[in-house]
């Protein structure tokens, strides 16, 4: 009676495997474009929190200014409600002003993030268009060898 063996899928399978190549700098490159997108876009994030702290610091400084000239003390009663109008007057300007201000931080933060968004999209277009054309010269090189040793 002939001894039947049974084949060693395990080696088979290493076998197979090892015959096609991974490369793992195509995705060290993805990580990379990732990470590089990440950072310049906390470093808008940032440069938009520290303009908009700007904005509301010189805001509040000017209303205070303009209460301290307020509540000081007034000679006439009629004084106390010009001082009111006055203040009315120079905060509704001043509000306008600084929600201009910030309008103008929103509309960079927009725009370097629309820049951002786009050229990293062209990065990991490109990059992911030089692993594919990679893996595939890899494959196909895997697969004659494959087959030339038959």
């Given at each position: 009676?002939?001894?039947?063996?049974?084949?060693?899928?395990?080696?088979?399978?290493?076998?197979?495997?090892?015959?096609?190549?991974?490369?793992?700098?195509?995705?060290?490159?993805?990580?990379?474009?990732?990470?590089?997108?990440?950072?310049?876009?906390?470093?808008?994030?940032?440069?938009?929190?520290?303009?908009?702290?700007?904005?509301?610091?010189?805001?509040?400084?000017?209303?205070?200014?303009k209460?301290?000239?307020?509540?000081?003390?007034?000679?006439?009663?009629a004084?106390?409600?010009?001082?009111?109008?006055?203040?009315?007057?120079?905060?509704?300007?001043v509000?306008?002003?600084?929600?201009?201000?910030?309008?103008?931080?929103?509309?960079?933060?927009?725009?370097?993030?629309?820049?951002?968004?786009?050229?990293?999209?062209?990065?990991?277009?490109?990059?992911?268009?030089?692993?594919v054309?990679?893996?595939?010269?890899?494959?196909?090189?895997?697969?004659?060898k494959?087959?030339?040793?038959?």
């Open positions: 009676m002939a001894k039947t063996t049974t084949p060693d899928m395990t080696a088979m399978f290493k076998d197979v495997m090892g015959s096609f190549p991974v490369d793992t700098a195509a995705m060290e490159d993805a990580f990379k474009t990732a990470t590089s997108l990440n950072e310049k876009l906390s470093t808008v994030a940032i440069d938009a929190a520290e303009k908009s702290t700007e904005i509301s610091s010189k805001w509040t400084k000017e209303t205070l200014a209460l301290a000239d307020m509540s000081k003390a007034k000679t006439e009663p004084d106390y409600a010009k001082a009111m109008t006055d203040f009315a007057s120079a905060y509704a300007e509000t306008s002003e600084h929600m201009a201000a910030f309008a103008e931080v929103a509309k960079k933060v927009q725009m370097d993030t629309v820049e951002l968004m786009m050229a990293a999209g062209k990065d990991m277009s490109e990059d992911a268009q030089a692993a054309t990679k893996a595939t010269g890899d494959m196909t090189a895997a697969a004659k494959a087959t030339a040793g038959k």
